[in-house]
């Protein structure tokens, strides 16, 4: 089965957000279908990795439906914060996972390591590890980075999640001040999506 083009792929993902993205990479002629549609619950995400975390997730949704699934697992490393909140971006938003709560507490703990650091460039990078399964069988697994530093404040009302405060690297404005084109040609998202091309 995995010899031939896939044709038709689960995204293994109840984000919106990210759903949104990750179908706008495909390419057009492979159908793509939602775990929203399906009801399904996400599993628990034990792995110490975006890697490993993205493969609990393509692994737990291929296996429940029957079909080839691709999951992302991405999130912020802050290098100030010791890389947090990293694989506990979402959590960091409470059960709801509500991101103004997210980036509250981003902010709280960087007044708390150094009460300057809006007048200094604090430097980030979001990750995201896209993997594809069929069952528990692993096709591929890659990681995208995009380099970048924290806005002293929320800006723009586009994208999802910590994208307000991030400015990736020679750019003036966040994520959620770029429009969507904008952001899905330059962002983790992308770049680890130019690696996994290859195995669609």
Not at 5 to 24: D, P, Q, V
Not at 108 to 130: H, M, S
Request: aromatic share 10%; charged share 30%.
């Amino acid at each position: 089965m995995l010899n031939k083009k896939i044709n038709k792929i689960l995204i293994g993902t109840n984000n919106k957000g990210k759903l949104k993205e990750i179908r706008n990479l495909l390419p057009k002629n492979i159908k793509t279908l939602s775990t929203l549609s399906y009801k399904l619950k996400s599993p628990i995400e034990n792995g110490k990795t975006f890697k490993e975390n993205s493969l609990i997730k393509s692994k737990y949704f291929s296996r429940k439906t029957n079909l080839i699934c691709l999951a992302d697992d991405s999130g912020l490393e802050i290098d100030i914060l010791n890389k947090k909140p990293g694989i506990y971006s979402a959590r960091w938003g409470g059960k709801n996972s509500d991101f103004n709560k997210a980036i509250k507490k981003v902010y709280n703990e960087l007044d708390k390591k150094d009460t300057n650091w809006k007048i200094k460039k604090i430097k980030a990078r979001f990750v995201c590890a896209l993997s594809i399964c069929y069952l528990n069988k692993k096709i591929a697994c890659v990681e995208g980075k995009i380099e970048g530093y924290i806005s002293s404040k929320p800006k723009g009302k586009n994208g999802f999640g910590y994208d307000p405060i991030f400015i990736p690297k020679n750019k003036k404005k966040t994520f959620g001040e770029m429009n969507f084109v904008q952001k899905c040609k330059i962002d983790h998202r992308y770049i680890a999506f130019k690696k996994i091309k290859k195995f669609l």
